[in-house]
């Protein structure tokens, strides 16, 4: 799995105003500032898969990609972290793999971003976060930013 990992350089007012508020203020402020932009690699993704899915079937990838607070991460190492990817069940894909319509599992998702030896990778997530790396930050500073004066009045 790819990691990707943002430090925070410059931005002066931003830094003074975070050393004034409590680390649960910050926490939740960051969490806030962070879904927001999470959203826009998600709405990105969703976009991409969209001219992917077949439109012979009614199930779409499009309509499987989620974005998850990583709570255990939280919960044990303190990070405040989102993952944005397609929700499926787990296991083998069903055979015969029927389709169920509007939201019906997409268990070949995978094979679609990363292409097989018979098939060439047609990649919908990477290009999602790739294409949008400097809104997304721009998205978490702005955002930050308005929820640290908000817990500062």
Known sequence: M??????LIGLKEVRKKMAKVTRTILDDGTRHALSQAAELV?????ENALKIDDPKTARRIRDNII?????????RDGLIMYR???????????TPNEDEGSKGSTPHWHLVELGTERTQAKPFM???????INPVIDKVITELEKELDKALS
Not at 126 to 132: D, G, V
């Open 84 to 94: 944005i990817g397609v929700t499926t069940p787990r296991g083998r894909i069903p």
């Open 126 to 132: 990477r290009p999602a976060l790739a294409n949008n």
């Open 2 to 7: 790819a990691a990707i990992k943002f430090e």
């Open 67 to 75: 974005l998850q607070f990583g709570s255990r991460k939280f919960l």
């Open 42 to 46: 998600k709405k990105a993704a969703q």
